[in-house]
């Protein structure tokens, strides 16, 4: 005669690590978009684009939603590249054509960041 341990646990609860948090059911795009804002207010004032890198930065490395991940991706690369061209720029103004980049350069700039809220804004990767 053998006996059988039958183990039961509750209800709600498994032994599957990726059940036991719930993928949530609406995501949460304000952090990113709270990141172009301030990347467009860092058009005119210093500080608040570089507090939109650093939260780009920290938010951005265990978001889980791949379309939100590649918002901050996507944030990351449009901060650094405008950062080297407006340095380039600014290098650039001894010859005159360094004022025409400038404006290109922040053209550039606000454009990705307008682009990047409204595919935010649908849910879309960029």
Same mark, same amino acid.
């Given at each position: 005669m053998s006996t059988e341990t039958i183990? #039961? $646990?509750? *209800?709600?609860q498994s032994n599957n690590p990726d059940m036991a948090r719930p *993928?949530?059911?609406?995501?949460? %795009?304000? @952090?990113p978009f709270i990141v172009y804002c301030l990347f467009l207010a860092g058009v005119f004032f210093f500080l608040p684009g570089?507090?939109?890198i650093i939260l780009a930065y920290v938010k951005g490395g265990d978001e889980r939603d791949p379309v939100l991940a590649a918002h901050y *991706?996507? $944030? %990351? &690369? #449009? =901060?650094?590249w405008a950062t +080297?061209? +407006? =340095? +380039?720029?600014? @290098?650039l103004m001894m010859a005159i054509i360094g004022y025409l980049t400038v404006f290109i350069a922040l053209g550039w700039y606000?454009?990705?960041?307008?682009?990047g @809220? #409204? &595919? +935010?804004?649908?849910?879309e990767a960029i």
């Amino acid at each position: 005669m053998s006996t059988e341990t039958i183990v #039961t $646990q509750p *209800a709600g609860q498994s032994n599957n690590p990726d059940m036991a948090r719930p *993928a949530p059911v609406v995501s949460d %795009k304000s @952090m990113p978009f709270i990141v172009y804002c301030l990347f467009l207010a860092g058009v005119f004032f210093f500080l608040p684009g570089l507090v939109g890198i650093i939260l780009a930065y920290v938010k951005g490395g265990d978001e889980r939603d791949p379309v939100l991940a590649a918002h901050y *991706a996507y $944030q %990351k &690369r #449009t =901060f650094w590249w405008a950062t +080297l061209w +407006l =340095f +380039l720029s600014g @290098m650039l103004m001894m010859a005159i054509i360094g004022y025409l980049t400038v404006f290109i350069a922040l053209g550039w700039y606000i454009y990705r960041c307008v682009k990047g @809220m #409204t &595919r +935010l804004n649908k849910h879309e990767a960029i």
